[in-house]
């Protein structure tokens, strides 16, 4: 539940309070500005045109006032490792059979059931990596997952309640006394 704005704690006053969400959703403006570019043609005369450009900006405030954004657990270096190692092996086969005969001799249906083939090692090693090798990793990496998701939902709910006194430059969580500036913002989660 979202409570409604209180009064600053440093000025003890509403009329400069609002919502930090507010003031993130209207913190973006899209422009188009136009920009010259230069083609040469086939005799290398250039040629000049201008093109629209459509650029998004944010106020230094809102950017100040993002959103907590939600942490990423990586995969483990090892299935990494595995996965790459499966297009290594896919191009080493490509390699070895590109200065073998063997494209020439032998009928192109074979030789298209090797491509398609060699073309799913990566897949093969991705499984082997996923469900064999590090199972027990993933299982682990998507608790880790689950509970960074969790931490980033409790955080966004306090974002939500985060107001913003423009008088002060101050943020605070409403109906709370403590304030503290935009460039803080992370002293007010917990
Ligand atoms: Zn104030």
Same mark, same amino acid.
């Given at each position: 539940?979202?409570?409604?704005?209180?009064?600053?704690?440093?000025?003890?006053?509403?009329?400069?309070?609002?919502?930090?969400?507010?003031?993130?959703?209207?913190?973006?403006?899209?422009?188009?500005?136009?920009?010259?570019?230069?083609?040469?043609?086939?005799?290398?005369?250039?040629?000049?045109?201008?093109?629209?450009?459509?650029?998004?900006?944010?106020?230094?405030?809102?950017?100040?006032?993002?959103?907590?954004?939600?942490?990423?657990?990586?995969?483990?270096?090892? %299935? /990494?490792?595995?996965?790459?190692?499966?297009?290594?092996?896919? &191009? $080493?086969?490509?390699? +070895?059979?590109?200065? *073998?005969?063997?494209?020439?001799?032998?009928?192109?249906?074979?030789?298209?059931?090797?491509?398609?083939?060699?073309?799913?090692?990566?897949?093969?090693?991705?499984?082997?990596?996923?469900?064999?090798?590090?199972?027990?990793?993933?299982?682990?990496?998507?608790?880790?997952?689950?509970?960074?998701?969790?931490?980033?939902?409790?955080?966004?709910?306090?974002? %939500? /309640?985060?107001?913003?006194?423009?008088?002060?430059?101050?943020? &605070? $969580?409403?109906?709370? +006394?403590?304030?503290? *500036?935009?460039?803080?913002?992370?002293?007010?989660?917990?």
């Amino acid at each position: 539940m979202i409570i409604p704005p209180t009064d600053c704690p440093v000025c003890q006053r509403i009329d400069c309070v609002q919502r930090v969400p507010a003031i993130h959703r209207s913190s973006f403006s899209t422009h188009t500005r136009m920009q010259m570019r230069t083609t040469y043609d086939t005799n290398n005369s250039p040629h000049t045109t201008t093109v629209p450009v459509t650029e998004t900006h944010q106020t230094p405030l809102g950017s100040l006032l993002n959103p907590p954004r939600p942490g990423r657990v990586p995969l483990d270096t090892g %299935e /990494q490792l595995v996965i790459v190692l499966g297009f290594i092996l896919m &191009f $080493v086969v490509f390699y +070895s059979f590109g200065k *073998s005969n063997f494209f020439n001799d032998w009928n192109s249906n074979l030789v298209l059931a090797f491509f398609a083939m060699t073309l799913t090692l990566p897949l093969w090693t991705w499984i082997l990596a996923r469900f064999v090798l590090f199972r027990k990793v993933n299982r682990e990496r998507r608790e880790r997952q689950q509970q960074e998701k969790e931490i980033w939902q409790y955080r966004y709910q306090q974002w %939500e /309640q985060f107001c913003y006194c423009s008088r002060c430059d101050a943020v &605070f $969580v409403s109906g709370t +006394s403590e304030a503290v *500036s935009p460039q803080q913002i992370e002293q007010l989660y917990t």
